[in-house]
């Protein structure tokens, strides 16, 4: 697809007609030899620079053909080459910023605009029915979302399939059908010496931001992951810049509190004794490192298991997903511009994913509400930065989420209320905790008699969910519930939570596992005229998932090959389990799940 200087261009002209000129002097200091340098893939540079490509070679082959046709291929050639030193002193450094928001339908996207065109309007009557939401405005098209071994996919095949351009079963972490470990997209620009991250809320050994940093043959081996991942227990043996999230459980040794690891090791001082990582733990040493990139690479473990859903946070002291985002734009953005350092930057909103799965609706809202906060924080960013591009895309829907529910047999109303989660303040699993707390007792009291417990669901319900006219019905579950305790009945209790939401709001679900629905596609690439082209050209439409790991590695031009033979040549410990079939989809947690994780598997 590379325009040939002689023969033309296959050009596509942008939507909105033109081709902006794009001033480009603020990068022009880079010598020759440097990464961006680096040739990048299939894609054209800049259109000003390809017409005039295109308008001297085609002068020089006229005016040369009457002499002779060798003379005018020697000089064309050496105009091609004069030009192509040319285009790479002038094109900007190329950057990637790669954002999931795992589990998140296009009804996902419905609601919360619906939500935060309420919210706002509450303050602001003249909010118009047209308000937009960050991601609104990047809409290109759809993805569809199937695995290699389902039509229904988890979010290890899913990262996979963007991760190595290429579809796996369900489960497999960066390893291919035949389990055997493919190149990732992070790596292969890590290794053309790019800048590369994750940024999640969920644990970082979890399925998405697992499958580009690490290589199992099933997304449960978290421990081997986080010794792939900061270890350098990986032929590559590399860390990725910044690895932020939670799942500090499977870098700690066995005997620490919360730990899930078998053996004694602490990854932590390994991550610091191998590769002198900077390991962070709260939103207060986060906030105090350099904006720079000093302390890279940083290991950020912000919690146990996954970080706080977004509505929770508040009672914890961790890092937001935009706080840490915003870190890696000023550490990554300062390289790219002080240096011409391209980079890789995934970005995940992890747990709308996992709200979806708890079917809880304000979580999931106020999960994505924040994630739209980080998209237009990155969207900023790449108007900023001429030649960097951001794409959000989900893996897969989770929960089959409608907006409007049937609730008796009678001929349904056309509605739902964001009302109704306006009101909510925490997530069903924060309130399962607290209501279970209270049922066992606290310290030295008594567990409280049924008559007690009634009273304090009551005022927890009206105090976390809004609600005051719980049903006797309701009232009698819930109490029941709670008393019989955490272990027999968590997942009873969270189903029930979020139906005193669900229902209320006429919100409906048809699941708590995944879906087969393509989800939306979304990409930006600011004003620079030959991205927003490539955009247009290789991602616009109904796509595999697939199609938008090959953009990401055309686009900076990676060599995924040369990766997975790396990778092939060993040693590498791809864990056990091979494509064992998760238990967790039907609604029970798996075996060995424990009630503060895992709840529906979140798989
Ligand atoms: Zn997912």
Redesign the pocket.
């Given at each position: 697809m590379e325009n040939s200087p002689l023969l033309g261009s296959d050009q596509v002209p942008h939507p909105s007609g033109g081709n902006a000129s794009v001033n480009t002097s603020s990068f022009d200091s880079g010598a020759t030899h440097d990464i961006a340098s680096h040739p990048v893939g299939t894609y054209d540079d800049d259109d000003a620079e390809s017409m005039s490509v295109n308008s001297n070679g085609r002068r020089s082959l006229w005016f040369y053909a009457f002499a002779s046709i060798l003379v005018a291929a020697v000089l064309g050639s050496i105009v091609a080459a004069v030009v192509l030193v040319t285009k790479n002193h002038t094109h900007p450094p190329r950057a990637v910023i790669f954002m999931v928001s795992?589990?998140c339908g296009p009804t996902s996207m419905t609601v919360a605009r619906n939500f935060a065109q309420y919210r706002q309007s509450q303050a602001d009557p003249t909010t118009p029915v047209s308000m937009q939401l960050p991601l609104d405005t990047m809409l290109i098209g759809s993805s569809r979302t199937r695995s290699s071994s389902s039509l229904v996919t988890?979010?290890a095949a899913?990262?996979t399939a963007f991760s190595c351009v290429q579809k796996s079963y369900n489960g497999a972490v960066a390893v291919t059908d035949e389990i055997r470990p493919c190149g990732t997209l992070l790596e292969a620009a890590h290794v053309l010496g790019y800048r590369t991250g994750v940024v999640v809320t969920s644990r970082v050994t979890h399925?998405?931001p697992a499958a580009f940093t690490a290589h199992v043959a099933h997304r449960d081996s978290e421990n081997l992951i986080a010794e792939h991942q900061v270890a350098g227990a990986t032929p590559l043996k590399f860390m990725a810049d910044l690895v932020l999230g939670g799942g500090r459980r499977h870098f700690i040794p066995r005997d620490v509190p919360g730990s899930v690891r078998t053996d004694d090791r602490d990854l932590r001082i390994e991550a610091a004794e191998i590769f002198n990582a900077t390991v962070v733990q709260s939103a207060a040493e986060l906030a105090a490192l350099p904006r720079d990139a000093s302390s890279l690479p940083v290991l950020g473990l912000f919690s146990t298991s996954d970080m706080a859903y977004e509505v929770d946070r508040p009672t914890t002291d961790q890092p937001s997903l935009a706080d840490m985002a915003a870190y890696a734009l000023d550490v990554l953005g300062g390289e790219l511009r002080d240096h011409r350092t391209p980079f890789f930057l995934m970005i995940e909103g992890s747990r709308i994913?996992h709200a979806a799965h708890d079917n809880d609706p304000a979580a999931h809202i106020y999960d994505l509400i924040m994630y739209n906060e980080v998209v237009a924080m990155v969207k900023k960013f790449v108007d900023e930065h001429p030649g960097t591009v951001v794409i959000s895309v989900?893996?897969?829907e989770?929960g089959g989420l409608s907006g409007g529910r049937q609730l008796t047999p009678e001929y349904p109303e056309y509605i739902w209320y964001p009302e109704v989660i306006a009101r909510v303040s925490r997530s069903t699993f924060f309130v399962a905790a607290d209501l279970f707390a209270y049922a066992a007792g606290s310290g030295s009291d008594a567990p409280p008699s049924e008559i007690e417990m009634r009273t304090y669901v009551l005022t927890t319900i009206e105090n976390y969910q809004g609600v005051s006219d719980l049903t006797m019905a309701e009232l009698d579950n819930l109490t029941t519930l709670a008393l019989g305790g955490q272990a027999a009945n968590q997942a009873a209790m969270m189903v029930a939570l979020g139906e005193v939401i669900s229902v209320r709001a006429e919100l409906g679900w048809t699941t708590h596992g995944?879906t087969a629905a393509d989800v939306n596609l979304y990409a930006y690439g600011g004003s620079h005229a030959a991205t927003a082209r490539d955009i247009m050209r290789d991602l616009a439409g109904n796509r595999e998932n697939t199609d938008v790991g090959l953009f990401v590695r055309n686009y900076l031009g990676l060599d995924l090959a040369s990766i997975t033979e790396r990778l092939l040549a060993g040693p590498l410990d791809l864990g056990g389990l091979g494509k064992a079939i998760r238990t967790a989809v039907g609604g029970q947690p798996r075996a060995g799940a424990s009630p503060e994780t895992a709840l529906w598997g979140h798989n």
């Open positions: 795992d589990g988890d979010s899913g990262a399925a998405t994913d989900s893996d897969h989770t995944h």
